[in-house]
């Protein structure tokens, strides 16, 4: 559940995007950005969190009183080595806010946190992962949270969605590239798993809203809908033209699904609302048209 | 022996209700709390609760009760209780300060050869060290229900009695109190009577919490809870008075107490509590009941919708809004036009919504329409009215207070506790279509 230490609305003076360059960095700063709240954009090119010397070049960047968002991981996390990578990523970060104080601090984590069988789940879930990457987001989670003396707001984002993805997962992007290409979408199973699919704009204006009420606490970031992976796939379908085909596979493994109660998300933002799964994938549709 | 005087200690809620029922019983009561207002308030006939026909037994049986700040009037008791409501904090702890501080005052003030008996719920262990060799200290256990107040105080199941020694014989005076209301007299262990109250209401929120759990399946799946519920009922093992009726949660505080008091035991202890720590997670997830059908159903089309509220105490027949959902969820909304009434607690003393007059015109002009205490006042609107009266279709109705046939007769969407969704309906309706 987050706090606000702004009852009402209010733009930082400045926001620092540590992971600018990724799906979700990129669009948070593109979203503060048209609120025409200055913006600083760090990506790998401006500071490797893993070199040597990284905290003092971050500190660098950064003036007192800024608001930071945290992004900038190495995922999904899948060995040990990334595991200690992203840790140490994040020592970085500490350590550069240690030197300059922020005022605020947001931290992008994951759904992941959670038990697989956490269903709903909700803020007050147990953080029990089963998976590295879960496991990487929870430890850079209580890490920051240890290191810090200001709010800091974590994040927790379901499956994410959009033009910009740049990975080939399993779920609405990858449908969406096989059926434009009127290639055969290949399920697990028949797409019996029910998701909670996010469009990435509803991530980026969550992070906004978070900036500008200068919230602490945990917030996941989910509509309340899961659909099942074949209900996306046929959306996908449909929002190309309905030329692909869609087929499903011999089951390997036990179905899960995952839910979530989203009430906290109503209380702390009573006018935000998610964009459906069908309008997220049309816009996609649409502004992948735009580029080609 | 002779008719014995009763005294009662802390005039609000229990004690009130307590000494009203002694005195219809037929025994001259001693009537004391330490605030003179309230004292001389509730002498003149204006009660600091709502309870049915409270108002009527007092002035009934007035020449009976006697009503003093002066705790040395309590000197003429041959048993006194001490009653005070015990106020619950938002995690389900109580604070006892005000019990013990009365405690302390009675045991002054009472005669030495009187029966003291700790009438408010405590937790388990407290009674016994406050035993002293010239005291005769008893722990009654109340089962007060709101609402139901003065008929629990004149008619109980059973009186459950803690004591030093439960086989030694209760004192005269005690026992002829208790007799005149011809129940089972069950003397325990303080740590039994203690730790008995607690359990019937965990017995309570264990069928509760059934009930809420199957009303969500049911909702999904395209059953109805209300047509399940008469075949439980039915079932000698589950009875006629279960608790089955689905709720936005467990309201009021008393329940919520017990399950943290629990909880807190099981940690102490190294007893597996985590059923109850389940039911108290279970009760918040479905206290947003209410929000997140708003979300979905009206605030996704119109996210300025305009919403009409009615009831805003946290059950029917009184004025409490302790844990009241209807103030939850008037706090989660946020800044929107609200229209709020409810028949006991004056709209005009919550915050962020508009008092009506009447139901009717708390929905007037409304997008949605919230029935978030089933009042027997709302089961009487016209659902045609009332769909005249709002600008949408949406009707809230947690408690199913008003007839789903008429509902839609009248057009309106109604959406109740355990009664299947709009999508899940129109999944069964195209399975019937396809065989």
Known sequence: ?292 | MSQPVIGYAGMTHLGLCSAIAAAAKGFDVECFDADGERVGAIAAGRYPVVEPDLAELAAQHRDKLHFTAKPGDLARCDVVYVAPDVPTDDCGGSDLSGLEALFDTVSGHMSPDAVLVILSQVPPGFTRPRVRPDRMLYYQVETLIFGRGMERALEPERFIIGCADPASALPDAYATFLARFGCPVLPMRFESAELAKISINLCLVGSISVANTLAEICEGVGADWSEIVPALRLDRRIGEYAYLSPGLGIAGGNLERDLATIVRFGEELGADAGVVSAQLRNSRYRRDWVLRTLASEVFAQRPDAVLGILGLAYKQDTASVKNSPSLALVAALGPRELHAYDPAVPADSVSGVVPAKTPLDACRGADAVCIMTPWREFAELDPKALARAMAGRVLIDPYGVLDPAACAAAELEHFRLGAPTTAALAATRREDAGT
């Open chain 1, 1 to 292: 559940m987050l706090e606000h230490e702004n009852a009402e609305p209010r733009s930082p003076e400045r926001v620092v995007v540590i992971g600018a360059g990724g799906f979700v960095g990129g669009a948070v700063a593109l979203r503060l950005a048209a609120s025409d709240i200055p913006v600083v954009k760090l990506t790998r090119a401006e500071v490797d969190l893993l070199a040597e010397g990284a905290a003092d070049t971050l500190a660098e960047a950064l003036k007192p009183g800024d608001a930071v968002v945290v992004v900038s991981a190495l995922a999904p996390c899948k060995t040990a080595t990334q595991l200690v990578e992203n840790v140490r990523m994040i020592e970085t970060v500490a350590a550069a806010l240690a030197q300059v104080e922020p005022s605020h601090v947001v931290y992008i984590s994951s759904d992941a946190v959670y038990s697989d069988d956490a269903n709903p789940v909700n803020e007050e879930s147990p953080a029990a992962p089963s998976s590295l990457h879960g496991a990487m987001h929870l430890a850079r989670e209580v890490a920051l949270a240890a290191s810090l003396k200001v709010p800091l707001a974590i994040l927790r984002p379901s499956l994410l969605h959009g033009a910009a993805d740049p990975h080939n997962g399993y779920g609405p992007n990858r449908y969406l590239r096989l059926a434009a290409g009127g290639e055969t979408i290949t399920l697990f199973g028949e797409g019996e798993e029910k998701r909670d699919h996010v469009y990435i704009e509803d991530v980026a204006e969550l992070v906004h809203l978070t900036l500008a009420h200068r919230s602490r606490g945990v917030l996941n970031i989910a509509t309340g809908i899961s659909h099942s992976f074949r209900d996306a796939a046929e959306i996908a379908v449909a929002a190309t033209g309905g030329g692909a085909k869609i087929q499903g596979t011999p089951r390997q493994n036990p179905i899960t699904h995952r839910h979530f109660d989203v009430s906290a998300c109503l209380k702390a933002f009573p006018r935000f609302r998610y964009t459906p799964l069908e309008t997220g994938i049309a816009r996609t549709v649409e502004s992948r048209k735009g580029e080609s």
